[in-house]
């Protein structure tokens, strides 16, 4: 079971954030508050590692991630943790940054219909696989100066995930592996 924090809003949205690597399950409030500022908000810590290297899913191998552990590490969340809070809102946005945007994609790949909005901050083309689909609208952004999430992979992200969630849409931003304040007000504008 993942240690998660869980603040209550004042409608019937929530919120689930997925920190980056080495972070923690406070990384997103700010972002998910100014995105959302009425909506529940639940946030999880990734369960491997510690500090600096704290995430959600084991670390790649020579760029490759382990598929078994990965899918084993998606399906756990959605049998131990998920059911908590899965049916307790009418509206569920997914909101992930790098190696949290990751561990939701492979969410997506058991449960397409696991949340209304998805918005993935900086992820990784892993080579998914998408069996399923859905009207989920799904957010992409991503730097054009991007060293870990390139610009060319997420769009390649894109495209792939177009085919079985035709409402995704890509932003890209000036900008590093970092999250921008402008990339926060183009999602304001879009979302």
Request: no cysteine; aromatic share 12%; proline share 4%.
């Amino acid at each position: 079971m993942m240690d998660y924090f869980f603040q209550q809003g004042d409608d019937e949205t929530l919120v689930v954030g997925f920190h980056g690597m080495g972070n923690n399950e406070y990384q997103l409030l700010t972002i998910i508050a100014q995105l959302y500022p009425t909506a529940s908000i639940l946030t999880y810590l990734g369960p491997l590692g510690n500090k600096s290297a704290r995430r959600f899913f084991s670390p790649l191998e020579n760029g490759k991630v382990d598929r078994a552990a990965f899918t084993a590490s998606a399906s756990e969340f959605l049998e131990n943790d998920w059911p908590k809070f899965a049916d307790r809102f009418k509206k569920v946005i997914f909101i992930g940054y790098s190696n949290g945007a990751n561990f939701i994609l492979g969410l997506l790949e058991q449960q397409p219909e696991l949340a209304e909005k998805i918005i993935l901050l900086h992820p990784s083309f892993l080579n998914f696989e998408f069996q399923q689909g859905a009207n989920t609208e799904i957010w992409l952004t991503t730097g054009s100066m991007d060293s870990e999430s390139l610009p060319g992979d997420v769009l390649k992200l894109q495209q792939q995930l177009q085919k079985t969630f035709p409402n995704t849409q890509l932003i890209l931003v000036d900008g590093m592996h970092g999250i921008t304040d402008d990339e926060i007000e183009k999602l304001k504008k879009n979302i």
